[in-house]
């Protein structure tokens, strides 16, 4: 079922957010990257778990991808 997926889906980026935000405090920009890339590809996992259906979660599936690319963006010009 759609919403049991986008379920496990969510818990996967609350995981990923805490992981990535963790690596943060290591400097370790690699696993941020990974976590944010991560983030990215559960919201539109849940979005297409939906297919041919109307997803009741399409608003925040692409508010959190929208945030997911522009973190990834952040990061990405981050040097340490």
Do not use: E, R
């Given at each position: 079922m759609a919403i049991m997926d986008c379920k496990d889906m969510y818990?996967?980026?609350?995981?990923?957010?805490?992981t990535a935000t963790d690596a943060?405090?290591?400097?370790d920009m690699s696993t941020v990257k990974s976590m944010l890339t991560g983030v990215i590809s559960d919201a539109v996992t849940c979005e297409d778990s939906f297919a041919g259906q109307i997803s009741p979660l399409s608003d925040?599936?692409?508010k959190l991808r929208?945030?997911?690319n522009n973190c990834l963006a952040v990061a990405s010009?981050?040097?340490w």
């Open positions: 818990s996967d980026v609350l995981d990923g957010l805490q943060i405090a290591k400097k925040f599936d692409d929208n945030m997911g010009l981050i040097k």
